[in-house]
């Protein structure tokens, strides 16, 4: 039997707090009111592996009717009215993701801010629009292993007793692959289409440019294009008389080029600063690392249209059990990934990536400071 718990209140509202702190700073384009209205504070989610099932319960999820939606493994499975989920199609040592996602309206102030915006387009929206731009998105997820054995020992005993697995080498420009091992999250977002209608000309009347170049894929550790993109390397020293232990966290952030078309044909290119990204608060406990990561990542191209944010908080435990939550804009598409690391200057096994967090691209009109935003709870115990 297993169980996990979602962080405690202290916890989340010490991360809402920084959360609120991060989006007063990032707007360049309008009075900031961002923040989140119906805060996580209360919410956990227990895991309970039995034999033959997985049992899910939480609460403190705002929902606007008590009607969740389940994700098993990233695919939507069922609705569920009330708090408990119990999953019977199990196998051993299998790794699951379960997401419980609820959406909560906006007050009416913050809504009618929406409508102000919009101008006459809000006669035209919707039902589906109206969940989209007036109701917060709240994610509570928990990845877990039908297994007593934690993560590090089940994964060393699995890949040494199957060596002729190939090891992926992973490639990036500004990345120095530590040779340590440890653990690697990575954090990107990207616009899933070739090319971008330029959402800011009516808008902002910012019409200098008629598309801007997307990232033409979907979501992928490894994609190779992105908006903006943050690699924190958690490793440890391993060959020391002290034992085991941490080494200073390895941050390396990085953007995408951004070019503007009129015509179809390319105009201009540009590139956001990679000090738009940083971490803060970095702290070594005993047996964990933690730390936060900030982004505010603009269009070069377009300096006073909205920034990108998102922020999320990371602790990682050396068992590789991890808590991590977030918030982040509806737009682009964003994705956060938990690897095993395994050193040797990029090396990872394929099994032993976790997806923590990923959402498609909603509408580049929700990169405005007024519009909700998506919050994420996830707890990784494997």
């Not at 499975?77 to 609820?102: A, H, L, S």
Request: charged share 25%; hydrophobic share 30%; aromatic share 12%.
């Amino acid at each position: 039997m297993h169980t996990s718990t979602l962080k405690d209140e202290q916890q989340i509202a010490k991360e809402l707090e920084a959360n609120e702190d991060m989006f007063s700073k990032s707007s360049k384009s309008t009075a900031n009111t961002s923040k989140v209205h119906h805060e996580m504070v209360n919410s956990n989610i227990n895991t309970v592996v039995g034999s033959d099932h997985i049992k899910i319960t939480w609460s403190g999820v705002p929902d606007e009717d008590g009607v969740y939606e389940i994700h098993r493994n990233g695919k939507k499975v069922v609705n569920v009215e009330g708090n408990t989920y119990i999953d019977k199609n199990i196998k051993e040592n299998e790794v699951y993701q379960y997401n419980v996602i609820g959406r909560k309206k906006l007050p009416e102030e913050e809504i009618n801010k929406i409508k102000e915006a919009l101008g006459k387009k809000v006669k035209d929206i919707s039902e589906e629009q109206q969940e989209m731009l007036f109701y917060e998105k709240k994610v509570a997820g928990t990845v877990i292993r039908s297994s007593t054995e934690t993560a590090v020992e089940f994964r060393f005993d699995k890949h040494k007793n199957n060596n002729k697995k190939s090891i992926s080498k992973a490639s990036s420009s500004n990345v120095n692959w530590p040779v340590d091992p440890g653990f690697w999250l990575r954090y990107s977002t990207f616009i899933p289409m070739d090319k971008a209608p330029n959402p800011f000309c009516e808008l902002l009347n910012l019409c200098g440019y008629e598309e801007f170049s997307g990232d033409n894929r979907s979501f992928d550790l490894m994609g190779t294009s992105y908006r903006t993109r943050t690699d924190a390397f958690i490793t440890y020293n391993v060959g020391g008389s002290g034992g085991i232990t941490p080494n200073e966290i390895e941050f390396y952030p990085q953007t995408g080029i951004t070019k503007g078309y009129r015509n179809g044909e390319e105009v201009d290119e540009g590139k956001a600063p990679e000090s738009d990204m940083e971490i803060r608060n970095v702290e070594y406990g005993d047996n964990y690392v933690y730390h936060r990561m900030f982004m505010a990542s603009g269009n070069p191209l377009l300096p006073l249209a909205p920034d990108i944010d998102a922020f999320y908080y990371a602790k990682v435990f050396q068992d590789g059990r991890g808590e991590f939550y977030g918030v982040h804009d509806q737009a682009p598409s964003h994705e956060f990934y938990f690897v095993l690391y395994w050193g040797g200057g990029g090396g990872f096994w394929e099994e032993d990536i976790i997806e923590v967090h990923t959402q498609e691209h909603v509408d580049f009109f929700m990169l405005f400071p007024f519009t909700p935003k998506t919050e994420f709870n996830v707890n990784v115990s494997l």
